[in-house]
């Protein structure tokens, strides 16, 4: 039985006439201590999926018309409010992307890590344990450190002491969403260091989001690339950057830009992620693909096994 | 010989917590810290009436109606009080020449509890003889000192400002959180409340508040009575401001954060949200005691409120309706001045509070 298993998620922001689907149609599932990423452009959904895995989305506007969550075997979209308290922080923990926002500023970062502990481990809610655990995340001069208010800290050390509140109740799974957009590169690579060890450390799995191709390829064991709401290609890390297949795939590796290349021009992809509740009819990356036929814009493509382990929501992969 | 360099420790070079840097910003404002000063002498003062107030709030004294203020003076490195006697057919007085008597400290007199529970009966300072009084604030149409009085009459009017403003804020706070962070119906529905109380003029409602309470209670119950009106009305413009508030500080990702942890949502609001209006708070409310402490002045003045013997500023008032009074007996309006006193060093604390709440001035 695999950690996380989503089915078929389907999610709706509004509802009835006016209803935006956000998540169409979304499996994807996560072995315990596997690293799965969620790649895409910004509103394709892959915050919202994540959000969901704890039912975080508030409801309304937020309603869940189809599938089911599975965290442990059991359905996260049927679950009371105190069930979804004890797997929130419990069985999965959340680090988000502005460190500095995800901290009440109003508060000692020792005292907001106590909380997190108050929560799951009441009975480890020490001073001393929230010492180990910011020994865990590399923070150094700890004793002090417990003192200080979130504006005191730079942002790699907001972030750590972010994964410290979210590893203190032992979650089964980290969910971190773009845990590096906000911090400088040289930070990026710390966090992610970071994270890497202590995965294997903890033996927890992790969900990435991110929309860095550069950080899949350190990263991850498996990468879900999304694209309006619904997952186009689903590959081992290592095989997905080696060769894509999904067109949009494709297209997002060209737009990393390349050292060898020169200084030619940075290749995007032409127009915009379609607005949620405008998406165009038949395949959604149609009007932007370069390889569309016409039957693209009429027939809805399904996402299929094309190779082992290798799934691709697009038939015409092979040109 | 060389001078020492300045050694800065640790604690020094730490960085000051929010709270620090605010009080650094208060005690730059001179009239700010004035204002809290004269509070904290007001506020000690009420504490500790029993012991300042030479004599009761309720003690009579028949041959002194009227009596205009009593001040000592310095004879023969004496603090004395002359002997007054009355003018007959009048409320004049005229000071026996020769005939003083000196102000001692520390003085036995009338019992009274100190706090309301050490019984005791020593006074700051009298001249232990009644033939000797010392009114500074001379007396009223009982023959009542009124400076006494006004001692008496501050803890009424000085914490029923504090208490209510306690009440109203608290209830304000976690009303105004539950309907920002729910919105939706709730929202809808509290807020509508809020409006219908805000629309009635204060004072009618007031008066008719104080129409569905029964006549004829303990000056206690009408103590509690009138922090409980005064906080009906008040909380509603608290929680439409702290509404506001939360409606911004639910989209912050602190709350989702707190959240994800499986908090629950009446702590995310208690332990997260409100907490960071508290600055705004504290402000508020150290501007919205005047409106407490007048608003009990208003309901004894209309003879609803703290009922006699017992003295509160407002009851103490009703006797200086009578302009004939107001003419002949000015000191009358001595409480007036401890009202103005009061409410100019709450709103010049205040004032000063904001100021330094305020990150963006200097």
Known sequence: ?319 | METAMPISTAEEQMPLSPWQLFWRRLKQRRIAMAGGAILIVLYLVALLAGFVAPYNYDRQDRSRFFHPPIWPRISSFHLVVPRYEQLPGSFNYRATPNDTKPVRFFVHGGKYKLFGLIPATVHLFGTGSENYPVYLLGTDQFGRDVFSRLLYGSQISLSIGVIGILLSFTFGMIIGGISGYFSGWTDTIIMRLCELIMSIPALYLIISLRATFPPGMSSSQVYAMIIIILSFIGWASMARVIRGMTLSLREQQFVLAARSLGQTHLKVIVRHILPNTFSYVIVAATLSVPYYILGEVVLSFLGVGIQEPNASWGNMLTAAQNTEYLRNYPWLLAPGAAIFITVLAFNFLGDGLRDAADTKSL
């Open chain 1, 1 to 319: 039985m695999n950690l996380l298993e989503i089915k078929n998620l389907k999610m709706d922001f509004g509802s009835g006439a006016d209803a935006l689907r956000a998540v169409d149609g979304v499996s994807l599932s996560i072995g315990a201590g596997e690293t799965v990423c969620l790649v895409g452009e910004s509103g394709c959904g892959k915050t919202v999926t994540a959000l969901s895995i704890a039912r975080l989305v508030p409801a309304p506007p937020a309603s869940y018309v189809g599938g089911e969550i599975l965290l442990n075997g059991r359905d996260v979209l049927k679950m009371s409010n105190g069930e979804l308290r004890d797997i929130r922080g419990g069985v999965v923990s959340y680090v988000f992307q502005d460190p500095g926002a995800s901290l009440n500023p109003v508060f000692r970062v020792g005292n907001q890590i106590k909380e997190s502990l108050k929560l799951h481990k009441p009975e480890k809610a020490t001073n001393a344990e929230v010492i180990r655990l910011l020994k865990l995340v590399g923070i150094p001069a700890r004793e002090s450190r417990i003192k200080n208010y979130p504006f005191e800290m730079s942002g790699g050390m907001q972030q750590r002491v972010m994964i410290a509140m979210a590893l203190a109740s032992e979650p089964k799974l980290l969910v971190a969403d773009e845990p590096t957009t906000a911090l400088d590169v040289t930070i990026q690579a710390q966090i992610l260091e970071l994270l890497h060890n202590l995965k294997q450390r903890l033996g927890m799995a992790i969900l990435l989001i991110t929309h860095n191709l550069g950080i899949v390829g350190d990263m991850a064991d498996r990468v879900a690339v999304m694209y309006a709401g619904q997952i186009v290609e689903l590959a081992p890390a290592k095989e997905l950057l080696r060769r894509p297949l999904h067109p949009y795939t494709k297209a997002l590796m060209n737009a990393v830009p390349k050292l060898a290349g020169g200084a030619n021009r940075l290749s995007a992809i032409p127009g915009n992620v379609p607005r949620i509740g405008n998406f165009p009819p038949g395949c959604r990356f149609a009007p932007r693909c370069p390889i569309a036929k016409s039957e693209c814009s009429e027939k809805i493509p399904e996402l299929v096994e094309v190779e082992a382990g290798r799934w691709v929501r697009c038939p015409y992969w092979k040109s």
